[in-house]
């Protein structure tokens, strides 16, 4: 056990320096949120006004080297807490007539944040038709 008095490394050290062959590089990074399910008022039937659906959403986030964290400090992280505490935000209290609307919303807001390289944004309404598993939108920089 180490002494307390002893600081910990911050910076995270590869498990064999060196031997991670050059084709196993990594050349890209992601963070995600998915399958968030969140009650939106979405819809443009006289049924769906005013009655919440269910919408489930993806996000995708493909982040740059200089802001994903090399270091093992919650002020290197990447705040997951943003994605779901903004989209939260972000849909409460709002009237959606579309799901296009509601990702594009979505996906601007992510996009503007530093360091994104690309991006995948989709949601679905699960309870859409009952012969279906879902019904949806994907906004992609690929």
């Known amino acids: 056990m180490m002494p307390d008095n002893v600081p ?3 910076f995270i050290e590869p498990m064999a320096p060196g031997m991670v062959p050059r084709h196993l590089a990594i050349r ?25 659906q269910t919408l489930r959403l993806n996000i995708e986030v493909w982040v740059d080297a200089d802001h994903f964290p090399r270091c093992d400090t919650v002020a290197e992280a ?6 779901r505490n903004a989209v939260l935000g972000l849909v409460e209290g709002r009237r959606f007539n579309l ?19 690309g991006l995948r944004v989709s949601t679905r309404k699960p309870d859409a038709y009952p012969d ?11």
């Open 8 to 10: 910990l490394p911050t």
């Open 78 to 83: 990447w705040d997951y807490d943003f994605l």
């Open 28 to 52: 890209s990074s992601k963070l995600f949120l998915q399958d968030f399910d969140l009650p939106v008022d979405i819809g443009f039937h006289a049924f769906e006004v005013g009655s919440p």
């Open 99 to 117: 799901q296009e609307t509601v990702a594009h919303a979505i996906y601007d807001m992510v996009a503007a944040r530093a360091g994104v390289v």
């Open 132 to 142: 279906c598993e879902a019904v949806g939108v994907e906004l992609s920089s690929y």
